[in-house]
């Protein structure tokens, strides 16, 4: 069996499973945020009753994330939703925005979008933020209400998105009816060169296979290349296995994995056992796809959709109108240090925003030291303009004042994020770029798509 296989098989409590199985698999964790929240906390209390219980308390994760530093009522309302059903639940595991837990959250306009207006809980982004809470281990079965769940996956456990029909299910029972996915494997090999990230692997992957190339399977990335990866880097492969329709991804465990999960279920107390899934000697694939790490260059999705793949070399004449660095996938602390190392000591020459995906980032790029700056100055001083409120922002465009949104026709972006369909960050005339945090920041220092080999000192 597979990875996916081994690990869907002991969920479901079989000896043995195949790709086309239909099986009831075991919860080990639930996630929800603001967007479908509210949905998902509806269909459970239609289905199971107004005074039912989530089946396991310490199995719900509620984190807001999305709609939050907005003026729209109606999204501030939603997070009063999931702070109502959490304390009447009494969850352990919802990161609430704000301290009061009898309170209120309402954005404040006046306080400006630079500034942080959350509590000491709010944990940012739902994806970034399960691992690094301690809420992602080796072998387990995480379902959330958001396509990028798959990201865990780097974390060798099935993880997939679901909608809120199957989510106030789960909520209610603990359990799915699954299809067990065929297995599409890319085999890593050799190491990442100077200049080129985790999201050029990712890109020029879904450039291989196509935007649907992987539609309902799962996605098996191995081979002797992964050991070079740091979890950011799995994370970021893992999290765009949906942009090629892929259910899921999955990393073999290896003791990176071990180090990080145990790092942080001590750090937040949340439950250390797990036991990961190792491959058999004998897997079946339905692809298999060989990638030479040495030989891949920064690569760049291009509009409409993330399987546009071209090399940045190639993509010059290409003038821009702004940058952004941020994302579950393209936010993280390694992200903004690849970003602040092409950036330092220069100015962008076009709109650049950078949004931390979590306030334990904004924290790190706030008190790391490159010299007499902290990273987070070096990013400011290149013309960056950077938001201390951590969270989705403009990767999914979101309410009009949402910060970095593109609410002009017309206008392209380079984006490290993971998703360019049309209007994804705004304005429907828009276009997207998909890139590295380095390729943006080459690019927003010359207002052209550019290879960020070009500025690597
Ligand atoms: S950062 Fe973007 S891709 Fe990630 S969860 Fe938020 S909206 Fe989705």
Redesign the pocket.
């Known amino acids: 069996m597979t990875l996916t296989e081994k690990l869907l098989a002991r969920a479901a409590g079989k000896s043995s499973v195949q790709a086309g199985d239909n099986i009831w698999v075991n919860a080990d964790v639930l996630m929800t ?1 603001d967007v479908c929240g509210p949905g998902t906390i509806g269909v459970f209390k239609r289905e199971f009753g107004q005074t039912a219980k989530v089946w396991n308390r310490e199995r719900v994760v509620i984190i807001p ?2 709609y939050i530093f907005t003026a729209d009522s109606k999204s501030n309302r939603n997070v009063d939703i999931l702070r109502d059903f959490s304390r009447e639940q009494g969850l352990p595991y919802f990161y609430d925005v704000i301290d009061d837990p009898n309170g209120q959250w309402k954005y404040d306009v006046a306080k400006g979008n630079l500034k942080r207006q959350y509590g000491s809980n709010y944990a940012g ?3 970034t933020a399960l691992p690094a809470k301690g809420h992602t281990r080796p072998g387990e079965v995480l379902f959330g209400t ?3 769940t798959c990201m865990a996956g780097a974390f060798n456990e099935f993880a997939t998105g679901i909608g809120n029909t199957d989510a106030g299910f789960v909520m209610g029972t603990g359990k799915l009816l699954i299809k067990v996915p065929e297995t599409m494997r890319f085999r890593l090999e050799g190491k990442l060169q100077p200049g080129v990230m985790a999201k050029d692997v990712i890109l020029h992957v879904i450039g291989e296979i196509g935007f649907d190339g992987a539609t309902y399977r799962a996605m098996q990335f191995d081979g002797p290349g992964v050991a070079s990866l740091s979890m950011d880097d799995r994370m970021t492969i893992a ?1 765009m296995a949906i942009e090629a329709g892929g259910k899921n991804a999955i990393f073999p465990f290896d003791a990176r994995t071990a180090e990080y999960v145990d790092s942080r279920t001590r750090l937040n107390g949340t439950k250390s056992a797990y036991d990961p899934v190792e491959a058999d000697a004998s897997q079946s694939f339905v692809y298999e796809l060989v990638v030479d790490l040495d030989q891949l260059e920064p690569t760049v999705a291009c509009h409409p959709d993330p399987g546009q793949r071209k090399k940045a070399k190639d993509l010059g004449s290409i003038k821009l109108d702004r940058a952004y660095v ?4 393209g ?1 993280k602390t390694s992200d903004f240090v690849e970003f602040a190392r092409v950036l330092r000591g220069k100015k962008v020459v076009i709109d650049t925003f950078g949004v931390p ?1 979590t306030p334990d980032i904004v924290r790190d790029l706030q008190a790391t030291r490159w010299g007499d700056k902290t990273i987070w100055q070096i990013l400011e001083d290149a013309g960056v303009r950077m938001t201390e409120n951590a ?3 403009a ?2 465009g979101g309410p009009v004042d949402t910060f970095g949104r593109i609410n002009q026709s017309g206008l392209k972006c380079i984006s490290a ?3 360019n369909f049309p209007g994804r960050m705004g304005d429907k005339e828009s276009q997207v770029f998909l890139a590295s945090p380095a390729t943006v920041g080459a690019s927003a220092l010359t207002g052209w798509i550019t290879d960020p080999r070009e500025h690597l000192v």
Not at 326 to 329: L, P, Q
């Open positions: 945020h994330d999305h982004v739902c994806h958001d396509s990028h999290n941020g994302s579950c996938t936010g995906a969270g989705c922002a990767c999914l994020t993971n998703r």
